[in-house]
């Protein structure tokens, strides 16, 4: 089912077929790149029982980890042993029992700054990349996770924030979260999540029922702007689906 926007609509069951219909989503883009393979991770609660289910035997013997990096797509700023840290979340659950400690790519929480942790990772992510500007053609990313917050933000990027709007850094510090947990945060930005060959938000419950409404209707915020310039999937469980998507 596709919005107003190419924006498509997958529906599933529950939490369970969530984890499962993305692992299967991750597999396919492996499968459709015998190279070097880039993941942008997403934090919060969301993605973490897909990030359980890649360790589990069914999907670890069949992912290629030598070719597989795996970045973040924002970061609260707090150590790394913080429990609120999105990518310890992402070690601890599946990365560091799988994946090759160098193709892990972590935004860097011990800088001075927000902004100084942002410049260190888009120094990162261009040299990765082999390039200081990004090629339509080209992607960065083959995967991009995303979620959606009650307000409507994706990664840190939070309505009415500045950072939303911006088009020439990649990776910019957040002085002020809008929502829980109200620490500094380090974003991508919109042009470089939307550098990749699909985009996959994962949704699930009924709280979040109303922002999906709202998103999935065309309102201007963070999570309906961002979008993938090739695939952006909504997948999305029965709990949270909008109404006016129900028994289509
Ligand atoms: C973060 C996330 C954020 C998250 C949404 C949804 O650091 O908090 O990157 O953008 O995806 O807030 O969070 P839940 O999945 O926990 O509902």
Redesign the pocket.
């Known amino acids: 089912m596709t919005s107003r926007d190419h924006r498509e609509v997958i529906t599933v069951a529950d939490p369970a077929a969530l984890a499962t219909t993305a692992a299967d989503r991750l597999m396919a883009r492996i499968d459709a790149n015998s190279g070097r393979i880039a993941t942008c991770l997403?934090?919060?609660?969301?993605?973490k029982r897909l990030y359980q289910l890649l360790a589990t035997a069914s999907y670890r013997s069949r992912i290629p980890w030598s070719r597989m990096h795996w970045f973040i797509?924002?970061?609260?700023f707090v150590p790394t042993d913080n429990p609120l840290n999105?990518m310890a979340m992402a070690r601890k659950t599946f990365l560091d029992q799988c994946a090759p400690p160098s193709n892990v790519h972590a935004i860097p929480t011990d800088a001075a700054s927000p902004d100084e942790s942002a410049r260190r990772y888009q120094d990162e992510l261009k040299s990765f990349y082999g390039a200081a500007s990004l090629d339509p053609a080209k992607p960065l990313f083959d995967l991009v996770l995303?979620?959606?917050?009650p307000d409507g933000?994706?990664?840190?990027l939070f309505p009415g924030d500045p950072a939303v709007d911006e088009t020439e850094r990649w990776v910019v510090g957040v002085a002020k979260a809008h929502?829980e947990p109200f620490v500094p945060?380090v974003t991508l930005t919109l042009p470089v999540l939307a550098s990749c060959r699909e985009m996959l938000f994962e949704v699930s419950g009924p709280e979040?029922h109303a922002i999906l409404t709202r998103v999935l209707g065309g309102e201007n915020l963070p999570a309906s702007r961002a979008q993938s310039a090739f695939e952006t999937i909504w997948l999305v469980d029965r709990a949270a689906l909008p109404e006016n998507f129900r028994g289509k």
């Open positions: 997403a934090g919060g609660s969301s993605p797509g924002d970061e609260r999105n995303m979620g959606v917050g933000h994706t990664a840190s929502v945060r979040k």
